[in-house]
T-cell receptor, first 110, second 111 residues
Framework: NAGVTQTPKFQVLKTGQSMTLQCAQD?????MSWYRQDPGMGLRLIHY???????DQGEVPNGYNVSRSTTEDFPLRLLSAAPSQTSVYFC?????????FGPGTRLTVL | SQKIEQNSEALNIQEGKTATLTCNYT??????LQWYRQDPGRGPVFLLL?????KEKRKERLKVTFDTTLKQSLFHITASQPADSATYLC??????????FGTGTRLQVFP
């Protein structure tokens, strides 16, 4: 099993650009989530999904959209990037309360 | 809202000693508490989960305690090794799969 995979590993955007961070898992987990990690702030929940077709907002959802058309994939979209969205983004899937994290995407918005 | 406090200062200990990390929370006790390890440039990795009705949980050299009166969890690594150097995150959950994470404590084990 590949576990949780994320692409790209690094990305630089200009303010106002849009992009999609990809996340996929091959463990057939229903629950998936997106976090951002900033220095001194810890991991903060952006959006989560309890299964295909169902998504909900977390603690910091503004500026981000998600969709869940399949169990495997949970992409995160930035509609109009802002410098405040410079961060490291982690995707995770959950089974029996244990979260499995991807390797992260380091995003810089200029 | 719930607040989780982990010591933001790095913990430096000598190889072979026991490392003890602290996680304090406010408000009501969570259904369960988890500890994760995170290495630089990588995603967190699950270590241990302890439920509110459990006092202690062990896994190899790791031990977690959960005191709902003190609103505190302690994470111990016995016989610490340089390979244990990492940041350790505490996370709480309230009967859902949603986790609230602390900011983590960096542990440095030197030979």
């Amino acid at each position: 099993n590949a576990g949780v995979t994320q692409t790209p590993k690094f990305q630089v955007l200009k303010t106002g650009q849009s992009m999609t961070l990809q996340c996929a898992q091959d463990m057939n987990h229903e629950y998936m989530s997106w976090y951002r990690q900033d220095p001194g702030m810890g991991l903060r929940l952006i959006h989560y999904s309890v299964g295909a077709g169902i998504t909900d907002q977390g603690e910091v959802p503004n500026g981000y959209n998600v969709s869940r058309s399949t169990t495997e994939d949970f992409p995160l979209r930035l509609l109009s990037a802002a410098p405040s969205q410079t961060s490291v983004y982690f995707c995770a899937s959950t089974s029996y309360n244990e979260q499995f994290f991807g390797p992260g995407t380091r995003l810089t918005v200029l | 809202s719930q607040k989780i406090e982990q010591n933001s200062e790095a913990l430096n200990i000598q190889e072979g000693k026991t490392a003890t990390l602290t996680c304090n929370y406010t408000n009501y006790s969570p259904a369960y508490l988890q500890w994760y390890r995170q290495d630089p440039g990588r995603g967190p990795v699950f270590l241990l989960l302890i439920r509110e009705n459990e006092k202690e949980k062990r896994k190899e050299r790791l031990k977690v305690t959960f005191d709902t009166t003190l609103k505190q969890s302690l994470f111990h690594i016995t016989a610490s090794q340089p390979a244990d150097s990492a940041t350790y995150l505490c996370a709480l959950s309230y009967n859902t799969d949603k986790l609230i994470f602390g900011t983590g404590t960096r542990l440095q084990v030197f030979p």
